[in-house]
C-alpha cells in the first residue's frame, strides 16, 4: 500500500507557464482534496471532489482547476502560474467523515 | 464560520518536561476533531481522532482530549524525536472539509 503519492515532489515555474500536478491513492477513497500550505497560513483547501467526476471549490480557488476522471487520482492544474502560487501543495484523501491521509506534498516555485 | 486557534504558536521543551498544547474550537455540530504531526518537508501524518466531549485517545506520550469547546494534547516526558508541529482540524456534519488550526511547533531539547 503506497497509501497516497504525489508528483512531482520539486517544481520550479517562470510565471506563465502551466503544470499539472498529481495526486493518487490506492485505499479505495471516495473523496479527495488539494491544500496549500504557506508560513503562517497553515493549511488552505483549494478544491476537492466527493467522487469520480465530481469537483467542489475550496478556500482559495481561483488560478486553479482540477480534475477527477478516475476514482484514484486527483489532478490540479496551474494554468498561468503567478508568484503568488509558490507554496507546498498537499493531497489528500478520505472516506466519509473520517481522518484525511495525506500525500508528501510538491514543492513549487514560480520566479 | 468554523474557527481552530491553536496555542501556543511555538513550545520550546527540556528533554522529559510534560507540557500540553491547546486547540479551541467554534465549529456548529462537530463532527470530529483530529490531531495531526507534521515533520519538516513532509505531510501532515494522521494521530488522533476525537468525536465526543470526555472522549480520550492515547498513543505512547501522547494523549489527546477533547472538551465542547477546546482540546489538549497533553505530552509526557517527551524526547527529541517528538518535535515536530501538531496540527489540530475539525469537521462538522454535511460538510466533508477540515477547518486547521495554523499548529504548534514543538522543539524538544535534549
Known amino acids: 500500500n503506497a497509501g497516497v503519492t504525489q508528483t512531482p515532489k520539486f517544481r520550479v515555474l517562470k510565471t506563465g507557464q502551466s503544470m499539472t500536478l498529481l495526486c493518487a491513492q490506492d485505499?479505495?477513497?471516495?473523496?479527495m482534496y488539494w491544500y496549500r500550505q504557506d508560513p503562517g497560513m497553515g493549511l488552505r483547501l483549494i478544491h476537492y471532489?466527493?467522487?469520480?467526476?465530481?469537483?467542489a471549490k475550496g478556500e482559495v480557488p481561483d488560478g486553479y482547476n482540477v480534475s477527477r476522471l478516475k476514482k484514484q487520482n486527483f489532478l490540479l492544474g496551474l494554468e498561468s502560474a503567478a508568484p503568488s502560487q509558490t507554496s507546498v501543495y498537499f493531497c489528500a484523501s478520505t472516506t466519509a467523515g473520517v481522518e484525511q491521509y495525506f500525500g508528501p506534498g510538491t514543492r513549487l516555485t514560480v520566479t | 464560520e468554523d474557527q481552530v486557534t491553536q496555542s501556543p504558536e511555538a513550545l520550546r521543551l527540556q528533554e522529559g518536561e510534560s507540557s500540553s498544547l491547546n486547540c479551541s474550537y467554534t465549529?456548529?455540530?462537530?463532527?470530529?476533531l483530529f490531531w495531526y504531526r507534521q515533520d519538516p518537508g513532509k505531510g501532515p501524518e494522521f494521530l488522533f481522532t476525537?468525536?465526543?466531549a470526555g472522549e480520550e485517545k492515547e498513543k505512547e506520550r501522547l494523549k489527546a482530549t477533547l472538551t465542547k469547546k477546546e482540546s489538549f494534547l497533553h505530552i509526557t516526558a517527551p524526547k527529541p524525536e517528538d518535535s515536530a508541529t501538531y496540527l489540530c482540524a475539525t469537521t462538522n456534519f454535511g460538510n466533508e472539509k477540515l477547518t486547521f488550526g495554523t499548529g504548534t511547533r514543538l522543539t524538544i531539547i535534549p
Open positions: 485505499m479505495n477513497h471516495e473523496y
Open positions: 471532489s466527493v467522487g469520480e467526476g465530481t469537483t
Open positions: 465549529v456548529s455540530g462537530l463532527r470530529g
Open positions: 476525537l468525536y465526543s
